[in-house]
């Protein structure tokens, strides 16, 4: 198989744990943060970059590159690695949740879903097959099945329905995968229904994936509810595969979710905070744009070591945002991932040190002081 | 003084030559090409960027940075240097130029110049006195004097009036500047009439500035007038004090340039067109964005190697472009920069080897080729 999982350490109580997760393009530490490439890019930034503050495995969207610039260039151009200059590995979402997200521009059906691009308005169609088919032009060494996420609040009808046909589908995503080099995550979906995450959880793991997921979680419900539904989800998942939490990214989640036993998680936050000028700080999240920064010398987080810390002052950073200037987007974001990055870092040693909880208590009470 | 200049290779025929410009950070090698940072940041581009495609000094705005953050807020941060972290040279411009450029919003009289803020409409007035405040302010290695460039096409009676008032005003600038680590050009006026240029070269040559500038060229004259403009006035210029043609940065005019015996230039050009999509090639310019560069896989330019050409295919540039994406615009700024930088270092090694009219010939023939 062209991935594996080794878990090296594994809390005697609780569930956190540290792995390696191994890929034709390298092996990653986990529990690990993905920042996200959506058009084969990590916005405003370089490869080099998105290496030197800290990130090892990336994720692209499969939705987004089907349709600009399409799988077909990016396979002549010798794959997604090879097209964007990252040499790490790539975990490529499946498209799913962008379908679904469409909304009134959609129509589901068995077979797949009938969309409309929200760059032209054109009509498309993506089923399990196609997914599956798209991201292996992509080449990614992690292609994701093609799923339902279920939106939040939904009935207990629907979310069902979804998390039968997410069933369903996923087995046809692995009927036709046939790229060795790549491994394929199943998701778990089910909603905010205990029974159901269950009946999904025992569903996907009875196929043979790489790695698991948990799907139609942070889609608006409560941290709180998030939490619970983890608490309930991860004991269903087997032990010796890689867990993936989808769509997390900020700061308190990271570490309640390593907390319950996720490996991987991935979120445009800390990249879409940026640019719209704010940046997180170890007393919580900073506004840099706000008038009451104009004049501060002092860098975006004093106890940041980042380039930007290092090197500039809030007042610089502000006067780049306000006056439009792409270098004030590129300063946020490398800041902004340079921090959830080595909060990262610094929840695999608390793991490795056996004291999560102690850790989770310290950042928590820091974070929401400021 | 705090600007010295030294002649280092002088061709037996013709005007190019080859100096060192020292500065109170660091000495440049001339003929130079000055990357411009409008507003304390060289557009897309960290500083180490900057440095890195060979920019040795760069420009900033006298005017967009008293309008944003303001010179004193520069100030506080221990200069533009600090403020922006470029720890080279930096030239600042007066201001004359924008504040004339603003056409219908301002009025000019003996004093100075009553202009509105081209952000929020604000009143504001520009004298000589204080555009050698605010340059002192922002302590910039070399500061402009304040003059008035007028437009192409223009009167002869305009043209005589804007070059006395920017005589006189070069006197009051001179008589309020006292940053002793700052050096200050002095610019000559004229617009496209031989006699005026040679009145007004011998009077602003009469002052003692730091070096002199050529103004009120390159502003939609074509570029054979031009070029016969820099014939007629770069001999009335002093052989020992470097030479600045202001707002230059085609190729074709930077050749022509330093064959005439111009020392420094500046432009937007590259990195303006590099934020349209178009980018230098040694076979004329491209535009990367046009649909013919869709399914390209070769680099910008086969024959560079800069960042961005080692890689990246002309299709990925394309893709980021099309998509909004902020990297395409920062690869072929970078691009853009490499390629006028190399060409300066090519200039000073055609000019030390006294065949500045081949390397002409022959990179004219290129360049208008493609």
């Known amino acids: 198989m062209a991935i594996s999982f080794t878990v090296t350490n594994k809390l005697k109580n609780g569930r956190a744990r540290l792995g390696l997760l191994h890929t034709p393009h390298g092996t990653v530490e986990t529990p690990v943060f993905m920042p996200v490439g959506t058009q084969a890019t990590v ?3 370089t490869p080099e970059e998105v290496w030197n503050v800290g990130g090892r495995l990336i994720l692209s969207n499969t939705y987004h590159l089907y349709l600009r610039p399409g799988q077909e260039l990016v396979r002549e151009s010798g ?11 790539i975990l490529t979402d499946s498209g799913g949740f962008q ?8 129509k589901v059906s068995e077979e797949g879903v009938t969309f409309r691009s929200h760059i032209d308005g054109s009509e498309h169609f993506f089923s399990p097959e196609k997914a599956m088919e798209i991201q292996m032009a992509l080449g990614s060494d992690i292609a994701m099945a093609f799923d339902e996420c279920a939106p939040y609040p939904c009935s207990y009808e629907y979310a069902l329905e979804a998390l039968d046909r997410t069933s369903r589908w996923a087995e046809r995503c692995l009927a036709v995968h046939r790229l060795e080099e790549q491994g394929v995550f199943g998701i ?3 909603g905010v229904f205990p029974d159901l995450r269950k009946k999904s959880a025992s569903e996907i793991v009875s196929l043979n994936f790489s790695g698991y997921a948990i799907g139609g979680l942070s889609v608006g419900e409560p941290k709180e509810l998030m939490y619970e539904m983890l608490d309930y989800t991860v004991p269903f998942l087997p032990e010796e595969k890689p867990r993936y939490l989808m769509g997390v990214g900020s700061p308190d989640c990271l570490v309640e979710g390593v907390l319950r036993g996720i490996d991987m998680f991935d979120c445009v936050l800390p990249t879409r905070l940026a640019r719209n000028g704010t940046v997180f700080t ?7 744009r706000n008038a009451g920064n104009a004049r501060d010398l002092t860098p975006l987080d004093p106890e940041c070591s980042c380039y930007v810390c290092r090197n500039y002052s809030r007042a610089y950073v502000r006067h780049l945002i306000k006056a439009g200037e792409v270098l004030g987007i590129r300063l946020t974001t490398i800041h902004n991932l340079y921090f959830i990055l080595g909060l990262m870092k610094e929840l695999r040693e608390a793991v490795r040190e056996g ?15 400021g």
């Not at 170890?282 to 840099?288: A, D, E, S």
């Not at 004291?355 to 002081?369: G, L, N, P, T």
Request: no cysteine.
């Open 43 to 45: 916005k405003t930034m």
């Open 79 to 89: 794959g997604l690695h090879r097209f964007m200059n990252w040499s790490g590995p």
């Open 99 to 106: 379908v679904f997200s469409l909304g009134p521009l959609r």
């Open 188 to 190: 778990v979906q089910g």
């Open 282 to 288: 170890r007393r919580g999240k900073l506004v840099v």
């Open 355 to 369: 004291k999560i909880v102690e850790y989770r208590d310290k950042f928590m009470e820091k974070y929401h002081s």
